[in-house]
């Protein structure tokens, strides 16, 4: 069989043809696509139930492990949060007491509506077991309301966007993916020049870097950096992280910041998906005439 | 029956890789049981077998896993047939063989993956991330070998419908 070498010609052939179709289907596929294959769809449906009972039995027992390993440290904690709240609480009023005013001043200044939004809670039932792209699986999809591109944070801040949308399941591309970009800004100098691209470092490496910022830019360590709204994908004042670190970039033209995400990306459990809405084309213009500060959601700034 | 038992397994593998290993492991040291289990089933199939399931598994974690359809089942078919390839040089019958294969072939999948994401995905993936995690990574491949190999031989040993007969040790 092996010395036919006619036949031979034709099992190279053979090999070069699968070669050719996987590369042209990893082409076609690679960039974001806003609609999954009836295969694929019918594989991460029947596969999303295992993912979930999987990862919530081998939660629970991490769980337990790292409650007795952290008895003390978790009291302490608990402590502190405690405190926390009660500054909170405080705090809230307060907010409550200035959003009514920022309202008032608003429709004063005849301002439109703010967008608010609403927030579809999240499961983790999977992560990528791979260094390369950060992307993980979450149990909400299509039928839940999900869409491609969506925001995806957590209490802490911008964890990503929605990439693939399944039937009961959705891949969420992280901050973190070194395909992601997001456009920034720092929110104590609101310098409209400081304006950086955070993008993931890949490998894991659990930081994100700040590009592009130009060098008279007014950016110190600590500094809150949030989205700026810019890009077509997230919305303004979501928290991206905090500043590290300022430097040159390797030409000595720009300047970058290394940033500590605000988000732990390491112990991602569960998420929310950003439905955005605009009160004024849902609710009307009589419901706007009231204040409203029970809204969901943070509203632009 | 045998196609059906390997899908099962593949499934099996890939849910623990997905919900369990990220618990245990970040995910650039991760190992990757699946590669094991096609690189065994490669070494005892021979390449023209254990690249077409290496081309399945590939796919499988495309679906469930992949950035794109093709990346994975690229790199596992390549590795497959490498390891069919090589496999006429080793004793099947002794672990050490297939260890020393895989850790030549974890090596070569993972530069087979570096290679494709820097042609489809434009990221600058460095070359600090590919070799950093490698090592571990090997070792973690090594050691799941022990508890791959030797039943996906014996099954071939006993005649068993998980592997063709034509292949039978």
């Keep these: 069989m092996g010395n036919n070498p006619r036949l031979t010609r034709g099992k190279a052939v053979a090999i070069i043809l699968v070669i050719l179709l996987l590369v042209t289907l990893t082409a076609l596929t690679a960039r974001e696509r806003l609609r999954l294959t009836f295969l694929e769809q019918a594989v991460i449906t029947v596969f999303a139930p295992m993912q979930n009972l999987v990862s919530q039995a081998a939660g629970r027992v991490t769980d337990m492990v790292d409650s007795f390993r952290h008895y003390r440290q978790l009291e302490e904690e608990n402590l502190s949060l405690r405190e926390e709240l009660s500054r909170l609480d405080i705090l809230q009023v307060q907010l409550k007491e200035l959003r009514q005013e920022n309202y008032r001043l608003r429709e004063l200044l005849d301002f439109k509506a703010k967008t608010t939004y609403e927030l579809l809670p999240a499961e983790v039932i999977a992560r990528n077991p791979n260094q390369w792209f950060e992307i993980l699986m979450v149990d909400r999809g299509s039928r839940h309301g999900v869409q491609q591109g969506m925001p995806v944070v957590t209490s802490r801040g911008l964890a990503g966007s929605v990439y693939t949308v399944g039937p009961y399941s959705s891949q969420v591309m992280l901050l973190t993916d070194p395909r992601r970009g997001v456009s920034a800004l720092v929110q104590r100098s609101r310098d409209p020049g400081v304006v950086g691209t955070v993008e993931g470092l890949g490998g894991n490496q659990g930081f994100l870097i700040m590009r592009n910022l130009p060098p008279e830019a007014n950016v110190q360590v600590g500094d809150m950096v949030i989205s700026s709204g810019l890009g077509p994908l997230f919305p303004k004042g979501l928290v991206l992280g905090y500043v590290l670190e300022v430097g040159d970039d390797e030409y000595g033209l720009l300047r970058y910041a290394l940033l500590e995400p605000a988000v732990n990306f390491n112990r991602l459990e569960e998420l929310f998906i950003v439905v955005e809405r605009v009160l004024e084309e849902e609710e009307g213009e009589e419901e706007e005439e009231e204040p409203a500060p029970e809204e969901e959601g943070e509203g632009e700034g | ?169």
């Design chain 2, 1 to 169: 029956m045998a196609v059906v038992l390997f899908f099962l397994l593949c499934a099996g593998i890939l849910v623990l890789q997905g919900s369990l290993f990220p618990l245990l492991w970040p995910s650039a040291y991760q190992p990757d049981p699946l590669l094991v289990l096609i690189i065994s089933l490669s070494i005892l199939l021979g390449e023209k077998r254990g690249s077409l399931l290496g081309l399945a598994a590939g796919f499988l974690q495309d679906i469930l896993f992949g950035p794109a359809l093709g990346l994975f089942a690229l790199s596992k078919a390549a590795t497959a047939y490498l390891a069919g390839f090589a496999s006429r040089e080793i004793y099947k019958d002794h672990i050490v063989g297939p260890l020393i294969l895989t850790f030549i072939l974890t090596v070569l999948h993972e530069f087979f993956l570096f290679f494709l994401i820097n042609i489809f995905f434009y990221v600058s993936a460095s070359w600090e991330t590919f070799s950093s995690p490698l090592l571990m990574k090997t070792l973690g491949n090594a050691a799941f070998l022990f508890l791959i190999y030797p039943p996906v031989y014996n099954a071939g040993r006993r005649g068993s419908t998980a592997l063709p007969r034509d292949i039978r040790l």
